[in-house]
């Protein structure tokens, strides 16, 4: 019933895409790791729109954290709007696109150039004009995607990013986490969250909790539940929700708390547990070892790292948008007005 759309199809392509990226790509992360280092830039700065900018959020913490870089978004509107430049000698600029094709990103990517960036692409398309702005390319190598909704395009340029990460820091337990990832995701497409569809079959609105690095997977998911779902779904860290998103929770709403098994994993038990004494609907996902009692719980399975973790929760939530768009009558590969290249300026 649910495995006749694209958006599942190339769900479950994610594992084999991830394994072949990690292995045909091994001299290109080698040549461009070792760049980076003899450049040895003290700002790491992104750009991306819609998933990609996700992932762009995921590299924010996986570098910041393992590199002791800052990383910093670069808004491409002040390229291709504005025409500024901005002062980016020395620093290595992550350009992250499916498609690389907006205007906006080839313009950004252009300033940086210009500004004396390194510029990397990470994108799907190798032939893409982006790739003839950047100094290098990593392919996400996940092939063909034609579902409207970014699913191993996104998992794939995160993977591509963690690659990245494990050869700058030479760090033997991330390259095995990375070897080991394929596995773990393949386990993560026999998660089981039809308890979620059944409430949030008739759900308007929902709320998507993570912090740190589960706040790249939130902002994926509560992408996705607009685009394939018609929800009107906003994800925040758990450090923002008592900044006031709080305060629209009552009982009957949807809460997803995407909880990683790491230092930031308490916070979005506690938010979760605040929203549960309001009688939310509230599903906390989390691998079972970290699961609270209290919780309605989806579990997914741990990654060999941390780090790698918020790549699991996609894995599985995909099929769980799939599903859920479905059971609410609507077409996951075909959203409201939306088309697969989008060319902002």
């Known amino acids: 019933m649910y495995s006749h759309t694209l958006m599942h199809s190339e769900t479950l392509e994610i594992p084999q895409r991830v394994a072949e990226q990690v292995e045909l790509n091994v001299s290109k992360i080698k040549k461009v790791a070792a760049h980076i280092r003899s450049g040895a830039p003290n700002l790491i700065v992104t750009c991306g729109r819609g998933s990609s900018a996700h992932a762009a959020i995921y590299a924010k913490y996986l570098f910041e954290l393992s590199l002791g870089l800052p990383v910093a978004s670069f808004a491409p509107s002040i390229a291709s709007v504005y025409g500024a430049n901005l002062k980016l000698e020395g620093a290595l600029f992550l350009a992250v696109s ?21 510029v990397v692409a990470v994108v799907n398309d190798e ?9 290098e390319v990593i392919p996400i190598r996940a092939g063909v995607e034609n579902s409207v909704a970014a699913t191993k395009t996104c998992v794939g340029a995160m993977s591509v990013l963690y690659d990245l990460c494990a050869e700058l820091t030479r760090s033997q337990e991330k ?44 902002s994926e998911a509560a992408l996705k ?6 929800i009107q779904a906003e994800s925040y860290s758990a450090a923002e929700i008592k900044h006031g998103p709080m ?43 970290k699961m609270s009692q209290e919780s309605s719980g989806l579990h997914m399975p741990e990654a060999e790292e941390p780090c790698l973790q918020p790549l699991i929760f996609l894995q599985a939530f995909y099929l769980f948008a799939n599903r859920l768009s479905i059971e609410r009558g ?14 902002t300026t």
């Open 98 to 118: 499916q498609s690389g094709r907006s205007p906006d990103l080839i313009a950004a990517a252009e300033s940086a150039r210009v500004s004396g960036a390194y």
């Open 127 to 135: 032939e893409c004009p982006l790739s003839t702005v950047a100094h």
């Open 175 to 218: 390259r095995g986490a990375l070897k080991a990832l394929p596995g773990t995701l393949k386990m993560a497409l026999q998660c089981d969250w039809s308890s979620a569809c059944a409430v949030m079959r008739t759900a308007d609105q929902a709320l998507i909790i993570g912090r740190g690095l589960g706040l790249s997977a939130a």
């Open 225 to 230: 539940l607009k685009e394939t779902c018609e």
């Open 247 to 289: 305060a629209i929770v009552r009982k009957g709403y949807s809460v997803i708390a995407a909880a990683m098994p790491d230092g930031s994993g308490a916070s979005v038990h506690a938010i979760a547990h605040e929203f549960l004494k309001r009688e939310a609907n509230v599903y906390v996902v989390a691998a079972r070892s």
């Open 330 to 343: 609507l077409n996951p590969d075909r959203p409201l007005s939306l088309q697969k290249v989008t060319e």
